[in-house]
């Protein structure tokens, strides 16, 4: 399934570093009654992700709040170490950022949006996209042409539609 506008998001076990190590979550519980923004991304320490994706969402994550957003998900097929590690080196957490990992990329491929680039060591990664969630139903969907852009998908391309 390819996710569209309007699309019922599937529920995933995704993983994050909780205050007792590294802890599993379902995506139908972020979701559920909710107002969520999430943003995928190839990976951490990547290039575009660490030098624009992940900095509009710093730069944005008050703004979408103010507009009602209950939370703000970065989600990288990535494990919860690498996740908080990067999380503390961009300071994405203390903006506010949730960041997730969906280690065996069940979510990324479960909506669609899984790529591979074997001469860079890209294995089943997310292609780069921002989306707005109601409920766990899109209501916004950008999705990058290319993993290196970030555009269409960067948090005030996303914060302007709202």
Known sequence: MTITTG?????AT???????GPETVQMNDLLVGRKVVI???????????STAHVPSFMRTADAFKQKGVDAVICLSVNDPFVMAAWSKDTGAGDAGIMMLGDASAEFTKGIGMDFDAPPV????RSKRYSMLVDDGVVTILNE???PGEC???AGETLLATL
């Open 39 to 49: 943003f995928g991304l190839p990976g951490a320490y990547t290039g575009t992700c």
């Open 144 to 146: 990058e042409g290319s």
């Open 14 to 20: 995704l993983c994050r570093m909780g205050d007792n």
């Open 151 to 153: 555009e269409i998908s």
């Open 7 to 11: 699309t019922k998001l599937p529920d």
């Open 121 to 124: 060591g890209f294995v089943s």
